[in-house]
């Protein structure tokens, strides 16, 4: 890139492209205060004549002339007009006006960047991901728009704020225009959608781009309201680090005294910390803590441990003499994903003093927590992205090292990484605090990081696992699998294909597809131009009676369990997940879903079979003489629902312990005869298909008519139970008309 950079011209391929306006130059004010970046010049902007170039603000200007540049100059208030300059990422008009590639980008970028830091905008606005790329953002726009981030360039400091192209807001402003209305079914039930309600991804992403327009339109009126009255950029560079800094990589006492007397220059009132492992977790038999660093965001100590390079005399004495009593004098400590560091250093602590001490008796605050209160989970936590929303600093780059490989890398190096990530932390946390206190949410995220101490335990206790067990289910499991897919190799359906083309593989979806498509000629899996053999479109074929596709799916349950629960238990696991000492360490996650609801991986044990094949959880044990005792909050969503609303018909149910669902699949079961046929006069069963289906989509905000669908009722019949149900509930109506008034379309939608 940088070789591209310093050819420009020369390298790139649009020089040698026949265009009318080559080398297109930006236009608009010369002292702007917003500068708008878009990706290329279209076939209308290299074209136009310049006599014919409009006016806009009093200059004239060309790009942005064809429809985008209409949609995007009708939003910009008059007044702003003239403190405008235009400009693309590219200078010339690619071929058949394709976008533009990244040798074009990195050919064109000096011009641009020149530009830039010549005209000296208070704001740049990057209109697609093109323009977004050029500052150095992955991710895309979808991520980053609503947003804004400093960015400096040859001195010269903005704010950054991306959003779509116009191009892409037209083009689905039209395409929104052709399409129905979407309602999505019940989480969890995507066999509900019925009466033309389609459930595919595809469908969902089009709810998705119908908001688009209008989140465009929020982020240029933020713009617009912004432009006049920003602040001043704090921009951060690789030379505002480490100019206190004091590393160490091993000796006897006289080092261990040196660390000492370097770690009390530390202001204890909130010290970051950070490790450096070679492997993920600490309870491997050969997992290497390699280094730790610790700073007050002024004055930074990093410490070579289990490196090769490291020469301690003791690595136990840096621990008990230096570490330890350092780490439980300090007010807080603040780190970025803290639960990793806490469970390393808590690990690594253990044999001089309690867990507990190190988790629970010294508080700690967390970088990432913050960002995901003020964000939510969408990608953009890791620390590089925070650096660059908070400093505009490509925060990763300045290390330069390979970080998969730190145990083989020169120990200095790492230090010099592990003390600038630490470095950062403290001013990290404090721009992200008066952010989160901006945004009301300061309680939310003292809230939110209360759990990670007992998150940590959770994980270091870990749970035993029963091998015997695990080993004699996935023979049971096995043997089914064998006869089932016997049964599945005698099924007509499967003989039939063999005659035509051989052996069925039935965990080939293109094979499936000649099954199902070509041969019986299902129509279940059509979607526009494609076939799918998903679980949903077999559970559809199936339900018609195809015997072929219920045994296709048996086949693809016990593989399930046998594959995902059983195997990586057992020794010789190709992705094993017992640890040394006989025990699952489970990852939890405290920023991994959008709800703030804790999450679970390598295993997931928030998913381990609960109704069917509950067999499963024996393969867990508590151990001789104890007892696993399992736990759930009861109604914890229609609580929350009753918490919001104050509704009280939902209130005094919840306080006299009446079952609503059972209410209401009793009246709809009085009002249409069929829904309680269809379950086999199972009420239990209606029960829970009502909850799902009626009560909670609707306290959602769910059409009358797509739940009408979902429960497979003719509208007439269901219309006057609906009216009902909101003239019991008026409460919960009213507060989430409030709620959706409110909220309306935010930054994480």
């Given at each position: 890139v940088e070789y591209l950079r310093g050819k420009g011209c020369d390298a790139c391929p649009l020089a040698r492209v026949s265009v009318s306006t080559p080398k297109m130059e930006p236009t608009g004010a010369t002292a702007?205060?917003?500068?708008?970046?878009?990706?290329?010049?279209?076939?209308?902007?290299?074209?136009?004549?310049?006599?014919?170039?409009?006016?806009?603000?009093?200059?004239?200007?060309?790009?942005?002339?064809?429809?985008?540049?209409?949609?995007?100059?009708?939003?910009?208030?008059?007044?702003?007009?003239?403190?405008?300059?235009?400009?693309?990422?590219?200078?010339?008009?690619?071929?058949?006006?394709?976008?533009?590639?990244?040798?074009?980008?990195?050919?064109?970028?000096?011009?641009?960047?020149?530009?830039?830091?010549?005209?000296?905008?208070?704001?740049?606005?990057?209109?697609?991901?093109?323009?977004?790329?050029?500052?150095?953002?992955?991710?895309?726009?979808?991520?980053?728009?609503g947003r804004?981030?400093?960015?400096?360039?040859?001195?010269?400091?903005?704010?950054?704020?991306?959003?779509?192209?116009?191009?892409?807001?037209?083009?689905?402003?039209?395409?929104?225009?052709?399409?129905?209305?979407?309602?999505?079914?019940?989480?969890?039930?995507?066999?509900?959608?019925?009466?033309?309600?389609?459930?595919?991804?595809?469908?969902?992403?089009?709810?998705?781009?119908?908001?688009?327009?209008?989140?465009?339109?929020?982020?240029l009126a933020r713009v617009w309201r912004d432009v006049a009255t920003l602040p001043e950029p704090k921009i951060l560079t690789e030379a505002d680090f480490l100019k206190d800094y004091q590393a160490f990589q091993g000796g006897g006492n006289e080092a261990r005294a040196a660390l000492t007397k370097a770690l009390d220059r530390l202001d204890r009132k909130r010290v970051a910390l950070d490790v450096e492992p070679h492997r993920l977790r600490?309870?491997?038999?050969?997992?290497?803590?390699?280094?730790?660093?610790?700073?007050?965001?002024?004055?930074?100590?990093?410490?070579?441990?289990?490196?090769?390079?490291?020469?301690?005399?003791?690595?136990?004495?840096?621990?008990?003499?230096?570490?330890?009593?350092?780490?439980?004098?300090?007010?807080?400590?603040?780190?970025?994903?803290?639960?990793?560091?806490?469970?390393?250093?808590?690990?690594?602590?253990?044999?001089?003093t309690k867990p507990s001490q190190i988790l629970f008796d010294v508080p700690w605050d967390d970088t990432q927590a913050q960002g995901y209160v003020i964000d939510g989970e969408n990608g953009m936590l890791s620390l590089d992205t925070r650096m660059l929303l908070n400093f505009g600093i490509h925060f990763k780059a300045i290390s330069g090292i390979d970080t998969s490989r730190l145990a083989q890398t020169n120990l200095s190096d790492v230090l010099r990484y592990n003390a600038i990530d630490t470095e950062a932390l403290p001013g990290l946390f404090a721009a992200q605090r008066s952010e989160l206190k901006r945004l009301g949410q300061w309680?939310?995220?003292?809230?939110?990081?209360?759990?990670?101490?007992?998150?940590?335990?959770?994980?270091?206790?870990?749970?035993?696992?029963?091998?015997?067990?695990?080993?004699?289910?996935?023979?049971?499991?096995?043997?089914?699998?064998?006869?089932?897919?016997?049964?599945?190799?005698?099924?007509?359906?499967?003989?039939?294909?063999?005659?035509?083309?051989?052996?069925?593989?039935?965990?080939?979806?293109?094979?499936?597809?000649?099954?199902y498509r070509d041969c019986l000629k299902r129509p279940e899996g059509v979607r526009g131009d494609k076939y799918s053999t998903d679980e949903e479109v077999l559970t559809a074929i199936a339900n018609a009676g195809v015997t072929s596709a219920a045994k296709i799916l048996?086949?693809?349950?016990?593989?399930?369990?046998?594959?995902?629960?059983?195997?990586?238990?057992?020794?010789?696991?190709?992705?094993?997940?017992?640890?040394?000492?006989?025990?699952?360490?489970?990852?939890?996650?405290?920023?991994?879903?959008?709800?703030?609801?804790?999450?679970?991986?390598?295993?997931?044990?928030?998913?381990?079979?609960?109704?069917?094949?509950?067999?499963?959880?024996s393969t867990m044990t508590a151990g001789p003489n104890r007892r696993l005792l399992a736990c759930d909050q009861g109604q914890i969503e229609y609580r929350v629902i009753a918490n919001l609303s104050?509704?009280?018909?939902?209130?005094?149910?919840?306080?006299?312990?009446?079952?609503?669902?059972?209410?209401?699949?009793?009246?709809?079961?009085?009002?249409?005869?069929?829904?309680?046929?269809?379950?086999?006069?199972?009420?239990?069963?209606?029960?829970?298909?009502?909850?799902?289906?009626?009560v909670f989509p609707a306290f959602y905000r769910a059409a009358e008519k797509s739940i009408a669908g979902y429960l497979e009722i003719p509208a007439e019949i269901f219309r006057p139970e609906f009216k009902a149900f909101w003239r019991i509930f008026s409460g919960v109506h009213h507060a989430s008309k409030v709620v959706e008034r409110s909220v309306g379309l935010t930054r994480a939608h």
């Open positions: 702007p205060s917003l500068y708008i970046l878009g990706e290329a010049p279209g076939k209308m902007e290299d074209e136009t004549p310049e006599n014919y170039l409009p006016k806009f603000g009093g200059h004239r200007i060309r790009q942005f002339l064809g429809k985008a540049g209409q949609r995007l100059r009708r939003e910009i208030p008059d007044e702003l007009a003239a403190e405008i300059r235009w400009n693309n990422t590219v200078n010339d008009r690619p071929p058949e006006n394709r976008t533009p590639t990244t040798i074009e980008q990195a050919c064109c970028s000096p011009r641009v960047r020149a530009d830039i830091a010549a005209s000296k905008p208070r704001a740049v606005l990057a209109l697609g991901n093109l323009p977004l790329a050029f500052f150095g953002a992955v991710g895309g726009v979808n991520k980053w728009r804004r981030f400093p960015y400096a360039i040859d001195g010269h400091a903005f704010w950054v704020y991306p959003t779509f192209h116009p191009s892409y807001v037209i083009r689905i402003e039209g395409m929104v225009s052709q399409r129905r209305e979407f309602s999505p079914p019940p989480a969890g039930n995507p066999e509900a959608a019925h009466g033309g309600v389609k459930s595919d991804a595809r469908q969902y992403a089009s709810q998705m781009d119908k908001d688009r327009p209008v989140l465009f339109d929020r982020d600490p309870y491997y038999a050969d997992a290497k803590l390699l280094t730790i660093a610790l700073s007050d965001g002024v004055k930074t100590v990093a410490i070579g441990l289990e490196h090769q390079q490291a020469k301690w005399d003791s690595v136990k004495l840096v621990w008990s003499e230096v570490l330890v009593p350092f780490i439980l004098s300090c007010k807080r400590l603040v780190a970025h994903r803290a639960m990793f560091d806490m469970e390393w250093t808590a690990s690594r602590a253990e044999p001089f309680e939310a995220y003292l809230f939110h990081i209360q759990r990670l101490p007992a998150l940590v335990m959770a994980q270091r206790r870990g749970v035993l696992v029963d091998t015997e067990e695990a080993t004699r289910q996935r023979a049971a499991l096995e043997i089914k699998v064998r006869t089932t897919e016997a049964e599945l190799a005698a099924d007509a359906d499967v003989l039939r294909y063999r005659k035509t083309y051989g052996d069925l593989n039935y965990g080939s979806p293109k094979q499936l597809t000649t099954l048996d086949l693809r349950g016990l593989n399930k369990l046998i594959g995902t629960y059983l195997s990586p238990l057992l020794p010789g696991a190709k992705d094993p997940i017992v640890y040394p000492d006989g025990r699952v360490h489970t990852s939890f996650s405290d920023t991994g879903t959008d709800t703030s609801r804790v999450s679970s991986s390598d295993p997931n044990l928030l998913n381990l079979p609960s109704r069917e094949h509950s067999e499963i959880r104050g509704d009280p018909v939902i209130c005094k149910a919840i306080a006299e312990g009446y079952d609503v669902h059972m209410e209401w699949a009793q009246r709809l079961a009085k009002a249409y005869p069929p829904l309680l046929r269809r379950v086999d006069g199972n009420m239990k069963s209606l029960r829970s298909a009502v909850k799902n289906l009626f």
